[in-house]
């Protein structure tokens, strides 16, 4: 069975910084593509960051202040937030997606984390 079971999220001031923890059970870790997004209320969910392999993809919005990293032997990928901004309150998400020369195979979410911004 797969879990991904995120945490570290809360409530932040403006200008804070938050680290979001994703650890994994039922993969093979290390060959899957690790995402983290979000979903604001009434708004679409929206891709935050990317990590594959030795990579890393940012959201135009999130780059310079966010910074996502893996530890494959942890089975763990983490989200580094600072500077936060009112519009970063929403829910995060940790996705895993494992993709093969014909494409997306697999794809697992995680339960979300709560992550709120206050001025």
């Known amino acids: 069975q797969v879990q991904l079971v995120e945490s570290g999220g809360g409530l932040v001031q403006a200008g804070g910084s938050l680290r979001l923890s994703c650890t994994a059970s039922g993969i093979l870790f290390s060959i899957y593509h690790m995402s983290w997004y979000r979903q604001a209320p009434g708004k679409e969910r929206e891709l935050v960051a990317v990590?594959?392999?030795?990579?890393?993809n940012y959201g135009d919005s999130v780059k310079g202040r966010f910074t996502i990293s893996r530890d494959n032997a942890k089975k763990t990928v983490y989200l580094e937030m600072n500077d936060l901004k009112l519009e970063a309150t929403a829910v995060y998400y940790c996705?895993?997606?494992?993709?093969?020369?014909?494409?997306?195979?697999?794809?697992?979410w995680g339960q979300g984390t709560q992550v709120t911004v206050s001025s």
């Open positions: 990590s594959i392999n030795d990579k890393a």
């Open positions: 996705n895993a997606r494992l993709i093969d020369a014909l494409g997306p195979r697999e794809n697992y």
